[in-house]
């Protein structure tokens, strides 16, 4: 049986991945965008780490290619 303290921490977690889900998709549309360096993306969304949003640029840029 789950208790209350698992259940808060069930909910804490999912919250937390929620939120890093939306940066993530800011971070792409401001990387799509193409007028805001990686450096400076990673000052205005702190919890996204420099090697996430490299990862991500790599993921855009594949996707573009495959597009073309």
């Not at 929620?18 to 971070?27: F, I, M, Q």
């Not at 450096?39 to 702190?46: N, T």
Request: a negative charge; one cysteine or more; aromatic letters at 2%.
């Amino acid at each position: 049986m789950i208790d209350i303290f698992d259940e808060e921490h069930i909910m804490k977690t999912f919250a937390r991945s929620e939120r890093h889900d939306a940066l993530r998709e800011v971070a792409e549309r401001m990387i799509k965008l193409g007028k805001v360096p990686l450096d400076e993306i990673a000052i205005c969304l702190p919890s996204l780490s420099m090697r996430e949003l490299k990862e991500l640029e790599a993921e855009i840029s594949a996707e573009e290619k495959a597009d073309s």
